[in-house]
T-cell receptor
Framework: KQEVTQIPAALSVPEGENLVLNCSFT??????LQWFRQDPGKGLTSLLL?????REQTSGRLNASLDKSSGRSTLYIAASQPGDSATYLC??????????FGTGTRLKVLA | ETGVTQSPTHLIKTRGQQVTLRCSSQ?????VSWYQQALGQGPQFIFQ???????GRGNFPPRFSGLQFPNYSSELNVNALELDDSALYLC???????????FGPGTRLLVL
């Protein structure tokens, strides 16, 4: 059974700091992995999607890496801003019809 | 804005009642998934519909059921509500040939 774990559960950093969020999964047979952002009480916004054959994806200040063999992914946020404060969720897809989510990392960027 | 809308935004029900939640998919998306997100947890997959047929289901009992309509809008129905059904219910739509899912803002259900 696939399980997704995210560490740390919460993180508070000063503005401008570079930071790394971690995601691990127990079954390396994944189709793809997505990182999402969720603001309080809101839906999810897809940030980056990495196919199982890819090693990383970049969008602006965000970079996500995938090491399928070790069951790990990281989300790197450069030069953090208060607007980056949110919960970040990692999700893996074992096939084409569902995602298995971690419990998220709550990020607070202090001005 | 993702183009996926959900209604209602909030709902309060009592145990044993039935509830219907609605989702309007992003234009051109023929696949819709529903997720349940309890407080402090990640979303849990309930089921997915493609062209009005259920084609994948998570570990949820039969009292959770769904419909998808020809215009690709969909419903989630929950019968015999239990206290543990209190959660944020999210729908997500996508084009079946593409990977990215677009989530709606969710419906927050409270069961008393």
């Amino acid at each position: 059974k696939q399980e997704v774990t995210q560490i740390p559960a919460a993180l508070s950093v000063p503005e401008g700091e570079n930071l790394v969020l971690n995601c691990s999964f127990t079954d390396s047979a994944i189709y793809n992995l997505q990182w999402f952002r969720q603001d309080p009480g809101k839906g999810l916004t897809s940030l980056l999607l990495i196919q199982s054959s890819q090693r990383e994806q970049t969008s602006g200040r965000l970079n996500a890496s995938l090491d399928k063999s070790s069951g790990r992914s990281t989300l790197y946020i450069a030069a953090s801003q208060p607007g980056d404060s949110a919960t970040y969720l990692c999700a893996v897809s074992p096939g084409t019809y569902k995602y298995i989510f971690g419990t998220g990392t709550r990020l607070k960027v202090l001005a | 804005e993702t183009g996926v809308t959900q209604s209602p935004t909030h709902l309060i029900k009592t145990r044993g009642q039935q509830v219907t939640l609605r989702c309007s998919s992003q234009s051109g998306h023929n696949t819709v998934s529903w997720y349940q997100q309890a407080l402090g947890q990640g979303p849990q997959f309930i089921f997915q519909y493609y062209r009005e047929e259920e084609n994948g289901r998570g570990n949820f009992p039969p009292r959770f059921s769904g419909l998808q309509f020809p215009n690709y809008s969909s419903e989630l129905n929950v019968n015999a509500l239990e206290l543990d059904d209190s959660a944020l219910y999210l729908c997500a739509s996508r084009d079946r040939d593409k990977e990215t899912q677009y989530f709606g803002p969710g419906t927050r259900l409270l069961v008393l």
